[in-house]
């Protein structure tokens, strides 16, 4: 079954940086779309960042356009996202996803999650 670990995460002042990182086991990225969620509670998990698997631009929330940025690297199956300009309102549990087939089995699969705080 498809395996997704993520690392990264913590606590940052308001302005701040951090980078989270995703690695998929048992497959290869190149074979999903791969995204980025975040949860606060008493609120729906929802999508902050995608990329498709074939071509397209990456998409963003509107609340974090020109903040954060989705990337790959293929040698290293991961995927990041960057989040810069950190603000208090980014706080959050962060999960990625992946979304499509490995042969002949497809369904999605969750990261374990990681905790985002933001200072103010």
């Known amino acids: 079954q498809v395996q997704l670990v993520q690392s990264g995460g913590g606590l940052v002042q308001s302005g701040g940086s951090l980078r989270l990182s995703c690695a998929l086991s048992?497959?290869?990225?190149?074979?999903?779309?791969m995204n980025w969620y975040r949860q606060t509670p008493g609120l729906e998990r929802r999508m902050v960042a995608a990329?498709?698997?074939?071509?397209?631009?990456?998409k963003y929330a509107d609340s974090v356009k020109g903040r954060f940025t989705i990337s790959r690297d293929d040698t290293k199956n991961t995927v990041y996202l960057q989040m810069d300009s950190l603000k208090p309102e980014d706080t959050a549990v962060y999960f990625c996803?992946?979304?499509?087939?490995?042969?002949?089995?497809?369904?999605?699969?969750w990261g374990q999650g990681t905790q985002v705080t933001v200072s103010s």
């Open positions: 996803n992946a979304r499509g087939c490995s042969g002949s089995v497809c369904g999605a699969y």
């Open positions: 048992r497959s290869t990225i190149s074979r999903f779309d």
């Open positions: 990329m498709p698997k074939f071509g397209g631009d990456s």
